[in-house]
């Protein structure tokens, strides 16, 4: 079973700064099945990123994802006041933790 | 827009049953698999079961499986998640999930359903 692990628990950061979030595989994965999610509290997840790198329909270009084999990363280039939020990653059945990016 | 309107949720002893629905709409609901992912209190994201788009497959997290049972009925749009044997760490919002065709990516959620599993 593959284990997702996400860096860093939580990303304290101010209004137009830089976010770079890191998901780690266990073990190499397929790229097409790596995915990250936006959620904020009480509101379902949003898919932002699929197949690594591709954003989903209405993802704003700020948002952007890298990597291949066992290390991914979701890039913020500039946060904006709605994109604090916890981030998920995901694998076929599996979830990373999460990482919360809070305002500082 | 795709919609997903989750329903059944509510408070339940331990060891008893529910059935959750998720109505389906503004979609070819036939043509895509769907799933199931539940959130507990506080806590992260969990995978719990699949279905694909004809029915014919069903697929089940090691948490659930024996106790949970998924199906769905594309004449109404309508996909289901029969819960039997729930205990108090099956308590959690269940959410469905319209699958990105070919992959188990989901890129439409419903708002979720609460499920409460408590003396």
């Known amino acids: 079973e593959i284990v997702l692990t996400q860096s860093p628990g939580t990303l304290s950061l101010s209004p137009g700064e830089r976010a770079t979030l890191s998901c780690r595989a266990s073990q190499s994965i397929n790229n097409n099945y790596l995915a990250w999610y936006q959620q904020k509290p009480g509101q379902p997840p949003r898919l932002l990123i699929y197949?690594?790198?591709s954003r989903a329909t209405g993802i704003p270009d700020r948002f952007s994802g890298s990597g291949s084999g066992t290390d991914f990363t979701l890039t913020i280039s500039r946060l904006e006041p709605e994109d604090f939020a916890v981030y998920y990653c995901?694998?076929?059945?599996?979830f990373g933790g999460g990482t919360k990016v809070e305002i500082k | 827009e795709v919609q997903l309107l989750e329903s059944g949720g509510g408070l339940v002893q331990p060891g008893g049953s529910l059935r959750l629905s998720c109505a389906a709409s503004?979609?070819?609901?036939?043509?895509?698999?769907m799933s199931w992912v539940r959130q507990a209190p506080g806590k992260g994201l969990e995978w719990v079961s699949a279905?694909?788009?004809?029915?014919?497959?069903?697929f089940y997290a090691d948490s659930v499986k024996g106790r949970f049972t998924t199906s769905r009925d594309n004449s109404k749009n309508t996909l289901f998640l029969q819960m039997n044997g729930l205990r108090a760490e099956d308590t959690a919002v269940y959410y469905c999930a319209q699958q990105l065709s070919g992959y188990r990516i989901f890129e439409t959620w419903g708002q979720g359903t609460q499920v409460t599993v408590s003396s």
């Open positions: 279905i694909t788009g004809n029915g014919g497959s069903t």
């Open positions: 503004q979609f070819t609901f036939s043509t895509y698999a």
């Open positions: 995901q694998q076929y059945d599996t």
């Open positions: 197949g690594a790198s």
